[in-house]
């Protein structure tokens, strides 16, 4: 499946953005759909996950309460609304689509994004 992230971008700490994950190929019907960030010079980091059927969501702690991830079957496309962000938010944000349900590991991921930058001013 291929996936296009997009909806990154410029914000002052405390503001909100939306990111998108429009998938094109195939249904995501089945897979279990993650996002995940990097920071420069850290590890790709899980932020949050959705199963497409039944709707579970799993958050980090660190994003807990102020993200939120959702899907919409019609569209095929998996949203992250990320709200009162802090400039620890910085970092490359990634879609994933991975088989393996409820994964925070980045190697079960057998499908990515190309990533969509958010900058947290402060």
């Known amino acids: 499946v291929q996936l296009q992230a997009s909806g990154g971008g410029l914000v002052q700490a405390g503001g909100s953005l939306r990111l998108s994950c429009a998938a094109s190929?195939?249904?995501?019907?089945?897979?279990?759909m993650g996002w995940f960030r990097q920071a420069p010079g850290k590890e790709r980091e899980f932020v949050a996950g959705?199963?497409?059927?039944?709707?579970?969501?799993y958050y980090a702690d660190s994003v807990k309460g102020r993200f939120t991830i959702s899907r919409d079957n019609a569209k095929n496309t998996v949203y992250l609304q990320m709200n009162s962000l802090k400039p620890e938010d910085t970092a490359v944000y990634y879609c994933?689509?991975?088989?393996?349900?409820?994964?925070?590991?980045?190697?079960?991921?057998?499908?990515w994004g190309q990533g969509t930058q958010v900058t947290v001013s402060s």
């Open positions: 959705i199963g497409w059927g039944v709707g579970s969501t």
């Open positions: 190929g195939r249904t995501l019907s089945g897979y279990y």
């Open positions: 994933a689509a991975s088989t393996v349900w409820g994964s925070r590991r980045p190697s079960d991921y057998r499908d």
